[in-house]
């Protein structure tokens, strides 16, 4: 049974740090993209970081950079997400996602809460 569990949400204050865990199980994720992903309360859902299956490259959207750091550890088929400096902004339901373009599949988490807020 594929399935990949989020943890680690919560509340935080303002500029405090939390560190999201992806586990996988399975399948496994070496050959494929890992995403997360959040969504805000009547926002679209919006792609926060992305990591690489070939080099572990990064990107990351432009409202998180410098604070966000996606990671992946194969051997434990597992991806992070560790958020420092949040900000209420940075509410939202995130959700983690494996990507593979060929042969195509996608697989979603069903998310992790997080908010900011003092």
């Known amino acids: 049974q594929v399935q990949l569990v989020e943890s680690g949400g919560g509340l935080v204050q303002p500029g405090g740090s939390l560190r999201l865990t992806c586990a996988a199980s399975?399948?496994?994720?070496?050959?494929?993209?890992m995403n997360w992903y959040r969504q805000a309360p009547g926002k679209e859902r919006e792609v926060v970081a992305t990591?690489?299956?070939?080099?572990?490259?990064?990107k990351y959207a432009d409202s998180v950079k410098g604070r966000f750091t996606i990671s992946r550890d194969n051997a434990k088929n597992t991806v992070y997400l560790q958020m420092n400096s949040l900000k209420p902004e940075d509410t939202a339901v995130y959700r983690c996602?494996?990507?593979?373009?060929?042969?195509?599949?996608?697989?979603w988490g069903q998310g992790t809460q997080v908010t900011v807020s003092s």
């Open positions: 996602n494996a990507f593979r373009g060929w042969p195509t599949s996608s697989y």
């Open positions: 399975g399948f496994t994720i070496s050959t494929y993209h």
């Open positions: 990591i690489s299956s070939t080099d572990s490259s990064t």
